[in-house]
């Protein structure tokens, strides 16, 4: 069965099922991963931080509170922190319009922003697909740990 993860959405998915979001533009699709267990978890990050809005109460909505309420919905699945591992995609520059602008730079901050939180949770991160200008659409697949990223006009590329 695949499990579908909406915008600002996260679900949990265990082998042999696998897990799915669909188009990914600046937004990052952050899985925690315990290959031990074949368990996972997958957030659908729009935005960097939550404290910078005030209608916040969408967790998965935001880097900073979305990758830790994953966190606690895999353990809760049996993953011990210790054995995760996390695979990130997403993160694109959507708009050539004035790319210096930071509002335009969402994609550039929310993999930032991801990053810091799994650097701060002592999650390492293993594999990435960020960046560029073209969205994606990503499938996890928990029992063989590939993250299959599709982008239109390109190659899947499985990380």
Known sequence: ?????????????VSPDSIITLGLGSCVGVVLYDPSIKTCGMVHVMLPD?????NNSNTAKFADTGVEALLKMVLAKGAKK?????????????FSVNKDSPTL????????????KLKELG??????????????????YPETGEYLIRAIGKDPKTI
């Open 105 to 116: 730079k969402v994609g550039e901050r929310n993999v930032q922003a991801v990053k810091a």
């Open 123 to 140: 999650i390492k991160l293993i594999a990435e697909d960020t960046g560029e200008n073209f969205g994606r659409t990503v499938i996890f």
């Open 82 to 94: 210790e054995r995760l591992v996390a695979k990130i995609a997403g993160g694109a520059q959507m």
């Open 1 to 13: 069965m695949e499990i579908k993860v909406g915008m600002a959405d996260m679900n949990v998915c």
């Open 50 to 54: 939550s404290t910078a809005i005030s």
